[in-house]
């Protein structure tokens, strides 16, 4: 793993990425998209031949990394023997990857729908949903993402829905526990967590209950925080949902296998939805892939009566080949322990050392390979270090931080006030030592603009 610098190959990716690739979610203007030369592990370099250690995981996807061998090989032997095939048959590749799935979902939920990736999970959860039930609504949480998709959009919680929020697409938003900011004036976790649920319990009641769906929540939110839910605050929304016959689906899509030192993050919490969407770590985004887990009671519904709804690539054998190298990978492996492990062991209290070091540090959360820093000016009012959805100039204290970061040889994964720590689940030791080193360094830059 030795960059070779090679700076006008670099010069023409560039060039050409900057004349023809429309990038997602930027003013294509503005951006200045870095020209990747290649990866390997956790690390990936540029063309002059600087490397970053990634502490994003790509999207926080690369759950084990880039270029693991092993699944390399599964999708060119893949390829090799049957590169595609239509949805309606069952292929062995398919068949395997829904097996594997399976058999580490909690509880009863055994049948796999394949999808392309984790947006179009949550549109085909939610339709799986209002058609079991016959009701209209969702409700969905404030400071959540689902997905880019028209109906993922609105049911996200976040600054990225209100483009495309069409105020008729069913969705009601509700506020989630998060204690450090709370909306119910909760001193302690067992105050956030029943005020919480009473909020959601009254938000059921005048919507009425008889009109919603299905509630969703991320287990572990990502994008929004890593805001772990309080003991017992998915287990009321379970209840909930029972109580009123609504169905109750966790989206997985980033806190799945592995994130959180367990296959999936309902296993922290012992609760059971009756959907459940996944993606991005199932084959560590290799090949698109992601898909809904779906309880007996839901799967019954279309036990006679056809699903209205599929995917011209719904388990695709190149992904689902590399979905079953993934998942033994990381069984063989000890992945997802290994998660757990160093993420108790080296991240936890690294993070919580260096957040008694640095004024910026407001609050240290998160479990495995899932943790966030939530930057502040002033800890004592809790003020976050740039406003909420900052852009511009508003934003100049995150990106000197995300700019020290990367001159310190590290990619950090940043979002409004809070840099994450998201690397591969396989991480080393070693290199989340050189990581956190690098995040020391910057929140020097972040602390300049504490108050």
Same mark, same amino acid.
């Given at each position: 793993m030795t960059p070779q610098p090679n700076p006008e190959a670099g010069a023409a990716v560039k060039a050409a990425d900057r004349a023809h690739v429309f990038h997602s979610w930027s003013a294509q203007d503005l951006i200045d998209p870095l020209a990747v030369a290649g990866a390997e592990g956790s690390y990936f370099w540029d063309y002059d031949g600087k490397r970053y250690l990634d502490f994003t995981s790509g999207l926080v996807y690369t759950n084990i990394g880039y270029q693991h061998p092993k699944v390399v090989a599964a999708i060119q032997e893949q390829a090799a023997k049957l590169t595609t095939f239509a949805p309606a048959f069952a292929i062995e590749a398919r068949s395997e990857a829904a097996r594997l799935i399976a058999e580490r979902t909690p509880g009863d939920l055994d049948k796999i729908f394949f999808t392309n990736g984790g947006a179009d999970a949550v549109e085909h959860a939610v339709r799986m949903a209002r058609l079991h039930t016959g009701r209209p609504k969702v409700l969905a949480a404030y400071r959540s993402y689902h997905g880019g998709t028209q109906q993922a959009v609105n049911i996200t919680g976040d600054p990225r829905r209100w483009a495309s929020d069409s105020a008729s697409a069913g969705v009601v938003h509700f506020w989630a526990p998060y204690l450090y900011r709370s909306r119910f004036y909760?001193?302690?976790?067992?105050?956030?967590?029943?005020?919480?649920?009473?909020?959601?319990?009254?938000?059921? !009641?005048? /919507? +009425?209950?008889?009109?919603? #769906?299905?509630?969703?929540? %991320?287990? =572990?939110? $990502?994008? &929004?925080?890593?805001?772990?839910?309080?003991?017992?605050?998915?287990?009321?929304?379970?209840?909930?949902?029972?109580?009123?016959?609504?169905?109750?689906?966790?989206?997985?899509?980033?806190?799945?296998?592995?994130?959180?030192?367990?296959?999936?993050?309902?296993?922290?919490?012992?609760?059971?939805?009756?959907?459940?969407?996944?993606?991005?770590?199932?084959?560590?985004?290799?090949?698109?892939?992601?898909?809904?887990?779906?309880?007996?009671?839901?799967?019954?519904?279309?036990?006679?009566?056809?699903?209205?709804?599929?995917?011209?690539?719904?388990?695709?054998?190149?992904?689902?080949?590399?979905?079953?190298?993934?998942?033994?990978?990381? !069984?063989? /492996? +000890?992945?997802?322990?290994? #998660?757990?492990?160093?993420? %108790?062991? =080296?991240? $936890?209290? &690294?993070?919580?050392?260096?957040?008694?070091?640095?004024?910026?540090?407001?609050?240290?959360?998160?479990?495995?390979?899932?943790?966030?820093?939530?930057?502040?000016?002033?800890?004592?009012?809790?003020?976050?270090?740039?406003?909420?959805?900052?852009?511009?100039?508003?934003?100049?204290?995150?990106?000197?931080?995300?700019?020290?970061?990367?001159?310190?040889?590290?990619?950090?994964?940043?979002?409004?006030?809070?840099?994450?720590?998201?690397?591969?689940?396989?991480?080393?030791?070693?290199?989340?030592?050189?990581?956190?080193?690098?995040l020391d360094a910057a929140l020097s830059v972040a602390d300049e603009h504490t108050v």
């Open positions: 909760a001193e302690t976790e067992e105050q956030e967590c029943a005020r919480a649920l009473e909020h959601l319990e009254t938000t059921i !009641a005048f /919507e +009425g209950p008889g009109t919603i #769906a299905a509630i969703i929540l %991320e287990t =572990v939110p $990502g994008t &929004a925080g890593i805001m772990m839910p309080p003991p017992g605050y998915l287990a009321g929304v379970r209840e909930l949902c029972d109580r009123h016959g609504i169905v109750f689906v966790l989206d997985e899509v980033m806190a799945g296998f592995g994130r959180t030192g367990e296959w999936f993050a309902a296993d922290l919490f012992g609760v059971v939805p009756d959907l459940m969407t996944f993606a991005k770590g199932v084959n560590s985004g290799y090949v698109p892939l992601g898909g809904v887990a779906i309880s007996q009671k839901i799967a019954e519904t279309f036990g006679k009566r056809p699903y209205p709804g599929g995917l011209t690539y719904s388990g695709h054998p190149l992904a689902c080949a590399a979905a079953v190298a993934t998942i033994n990978v990381m !069984a063989e /492996e +000890g992945v997802v322990e290994n #998660a757990k492990r160093l993420g %108790e062991s =080296v991240v $936890g209290p &690294a993070l919580t050392e260096l957040a008694e070091r640095h004024p910026s540090v407001g609050e240290v959360r998160g479990t495995g390979m899932f943790w966030a820093l939530d930057l502040v000016r002033n800890r004592e009012t809790r003020e976050p270090l740039v406003p909420y959805n900052a852009a511009g100039e508003a934003n100049a204290p995150m990106a000197a931080f995300t700019a020290a970061a990367k001159k310190h040889g590290v990619w950090p994964f940043v979002n409004m006030n809070r840099t994450h720590v998201v690397p591969p689940c396989n991480v080393t030791e070693a290199e989340l030592k050189e990581g956190l080193a690098a």
